[in-house]
C-alpha cells in the first residue's frame, strides 16, 4: 500500500480499469489508454484536463454495466466505496484520476483543485465522487465541505450518498451540516455512508429544532431524521415521539416506534408497549429504517 492512499490504489485502480474497458468500445479504449501512456511520459497537466473533459465524448454516457460481486470486491478493497447508480464516463473519470502522479503532495494537489476549479457539473460530480481514492485524505476537507454548500442536486449526491470520505474526515461541524443540508435537500438519507456512528448530541438538536420550525409552518418533516435523534431521547424529547405515534403518517408511526426500541431511555420503552403492533413488527423486522423510507414520497 502506497503511503499517499489509505487503501491499495493499485487494486483497485486494475479493478477499475477493467471495469471501465468492460464497459467502452475499442476506439475509445484505445483512446483512453494511449492517452494515459502520453500524460504518464509528459506529465502534462493541460493535456490531462483535456482528457478528463473529453472523455463523455469518448466513452459515452451510458448507466455502468457492472459485473456480478464487483460492489462486494471494491468495499473490500475500499470499505464504503461504491459505483452503484454511475455511470461509464462517471466511472472513466474517477479511474483516471487515479492516474495522477501524486508523489509530490502540493502539485498533487493543485492539479486536482484546478480542475474542480474549472469542472462544469458532471464532471464536478466525478470529482467529489473521487473523495474516496484520491491521495492524502486530509487535504480535501475543505474542498469536500465546499461540496456540501452546492446547490446543484447532483453534485450534492455525489457528496453525500454512498460516499465514505465525509464520515472518515469531516469535523463534527462540517459532518452535522452534510446530515442537515441531505435533509433540507431531500437527499436518500439513508444512503449517507456512517451516519448511525457519527450521530451526536448536537446534530439530534438541530435536527429537532429543524422539525420544530417545519411543523410551527405546517409542513412535513422527513421522519428519517429521527434515526439521527434517536440515542439522545430525553423526557423533554419524549413529547415529540408521543406527537409521532398520533400521527395519521405511518412512516412517524414507525419512526416514532424506532425511536423508542433504539433508545435506553426507560419511559421511550413504556412508551412503545402501547403501541403493540408497531412493537411486533419491529422485532421481527418488518419496520425498519429502511421500510420508512420506503414510506417517504420521492420528490
Same mark, same amino acid.
Given at each position: ?17 477493467? #471495469?471501465? *474497458? ?11 489508454? +494511449? &492517452?494515459?501512456?502520453? !500524460?504518464? $511520459? @509528459? ?44 455511470? #461509464?464516463? *462517471? ?11 501524486? +508523489? &509530490?503532495?502540493?502539485? !498533487?494537489? $493543485? @492539479? ?188
Amino acid at each position: 500500500m502506497s503511503a499517499e492512499y489509505a487503501y491499495d490504489h493499485a487494486q483497485l485502480s486494475d479493478v477499475l480499469q477493467s #471495469v471501465v *474497458r468492460g464497459n467502452v468500445d475499442a476506439d475509445a479504449w484505445s483512446w483512453l489508454t +494511449s &492517452e494515459v501512456e502520453t !500524460y504518464r $511520459s @509528459q506529465g502534462s497537466s493541460g493535456r490531462f484536463n483535456g482528457v478528463f473533459a473529453r472523455i463523455p465524448r469518448k466513452t459515452g454516457k451510458s448507466p455502468l454495466k457492472a459485473t456480478s460481486g464487483l460492489e462486494e470486491r471494491l468495499s473490500a478493497l475500499r470499505p464504503g466505496f461504491s459505483v452503484e447508480g454511475w455511470t #461509464v464516463d *462517471r466511472l472513466t473519470r474517477v479511474w483516471l484520476l487515479m492516474q495522477i502522479d501524486a +508523489s &509530490e503532495p502540493s502539485q !498533487y494537489f $493543485s @492539479q486536482i483543485e484546478n480542475l474542480f476549479l474549472a469542472a462544469e457539473m458532471s464532471e464536478l460530480v466525478a470529482l467529489y465522487s473521487a473523495l474516496p481514492i484520491l491521495a492524502y485524505p486530509s487535504i480535501w476537507q475543505k474542498r469536500c465541505a465546499e461540496g456540501i454548500r452546492s446547490n446543484i442536486g447532483q453534485v450534492l449526491n455525489a457528496v453525500i450518498c454512498r460516499n465514505p470520505y465525509p464520515a472518515e474526515e469531516l469535523d463534527e461541524l462540517a459532518w452535522n451540516q452534510l446530515v442537515l443540508k441531505a435533509v433540507f435537500t431531500e437527499q436518500p438519507v439513508l444512503e449517507i455512508v456512517g451516519l448511525r456512528e457519527r450521530r451526536n448530541p448536537e446534530l439530534a438538536r438541530s435536527l429537532t429544532d429543524y422539525a420544530r420550525e417545519r411543523w410551527s409552518a405546517h409542513r412535513q418533516v422527513n421522519p428519517l431524521l429521527w434515526l439521527c435523534v434517536a440515542p439522545y431521547l430525553d423526557d423533554g424529547l419524549l413529547q415529540i415521539v408521543k406527537r409521532l405515534f398520533d400521527s395519521a403518517n405511518p412512516a412517524e408511526q414507525h419512526a416514532a416506534g424506532l425511536v423508542c426500541q433504539e433508545s435506553d431511555l426507560p419511559a421511550a420503552k413504556t412508551l412503545l408497549e402501547q403501541f403493540p403492533s408497531i412493537k411486533s413488527s419491529i422485532e421481527n423486522g418488518q419496520v425498519t429504517w429502511s421500510t420508512v423510507a420506503g414510506l417517504v414520497p420521492v420528490k
